[in-house]
């Protein structure tokens, strides 16, 4: 599953050492030497937190511009997490689980906001909760359709 669609994936194996993993139509085409089920989860592990890497640096920018806060970027790091898609650290460092590049962009960028809504506040209160509804009015459709897919996206 990579933003929300899910692909098969098509294991090959290659005579170089070199692994390469693309999405082509309809699978994730992975090549590699020793297609054996530990490489092959590795390769993929790597080319999820590659593109979320990117994809979440899009998005963050894309939430910002939308946001007019005139924050600067707030640094970003990936961290894979059971229980949580997220968090915000109060010097405002955002970590985001690189599992959640499997969800649709719109969660996504319901979480990066999430995220960003605690640079202003530091909880879950009502005021924080204004920020959420002022700025994505529908983000508890996005967080429910997240919620349901979290054991998809958790457990691949």
């Not at 899910?6 to 294991?11: A, D, F, P, Q, T």
């Not at 511009?65 to 970027?73: F, G, Q, T, V």
């Not at 997220?86 to 999430?114: E, F, M, Q």
Request: hydrophobic share 40%; aromatic share 8%; charged share 30%.
């Amino acid at each position: 599953m990579y933003l929300g669609r899910r692909y098969r994936l098509k294991v090959i194996a290659g005579e170089s050492a070199e692994v390469s993993v693309k999405l082509r139509g309809g699978h994730l085409e992975l090549r590699l030497a020793n297609p054996l089920r530990q490489m092959v989860r590795e390769a993929t592990k790597g080319w999820i937190r590659d593109r979320a890497r990117k994809v979440f640096a899009d998005r963050l920018d894309a939430v910002l511009a939308d946001l007019n806060w005139r924050l600067p970027a707030p640094t970003m790091r990936l961290q894979a997490m059971n229980a949580q898609w997220g968090s915000c650290s109060p010097s405002g460092r955002l970590t985001l689980n690189p599992w959640l590049v499997k969800a649709p962009r719109d969660c996504i960028d319901y979480v990066i906001l999430h995220e960003l809504c605690h640079l202003k506040e530091h909880n879950h209160s009502r005021r924080f909760y204004r920020l959420l509804d002022k700025n994505m009015p529908p983000w508890r459709s996005r967080k429910k359709r997240l919620d349901e897919l979290a054991e998809v996206i958790l457990n691949m």
